[in-house]
């Protein structure tokens, strides 16, 4: 059974940094594009960032330049690495993969932002 499992969140003041990781039990995660999601309360899920098979990065406009995806397709990791973090960052981040062969969801991680 495929799973993704997120890791990483916790509590942070404004200003500071965490890492968010994503470990997929997949058999390769080559031909998957990766990305993250969040979902603050009583608000919609948004993408955050993503990264395709080629390695292209995208991002939505609220976190260009504090935030960063990276994968690493040896060890079946996608991470995201958030700076200057901000009270409005507050949410559950979730990990997506998609492929032609099926789209997973991990169960998510919260992340708040609050001094």
């Known amino acids: 059974q495929v799973q993704l499992v997120e890791s990483g969140g916790g509590l942070v003041q404004p200003g500071g940094s965490l890492r968010l990781s994503c470990a997929a039990t997949?058999?390769?995660?080559?031909?998957?594009?990766m990305s993250w999601y969040r979902q603050a309360p009583e608000k919609e899920r948004e993408l955050v960032a993503s990264?395709?098979?080629?390695?292209?990065?995208d991002y939505v406009d609220s976190v260009k330049g504090r935030f960063t995806i990276s994968r690493d397709d040896a060890k079946k990791t996608v991470a995201l690495q958030m700076d200057s973090l901000k009270p409005e960052d507050t949410a559950v981040y979730y990990c997506?993969?998609?492929?032609?062969?099926?789209?997973?969801w991990g169960q998510g991680t919260q992340v708040t932002v609050s001094s």
């Open positions: 997949l058999y390769t995660m080559k031909t998957y594009d």
């Open positions: 997506k993969g998609v492929s032609p062969y099926g789209l997973y």
């Open positions: 990264i395709n098979s080629d390695g292209n990065t």
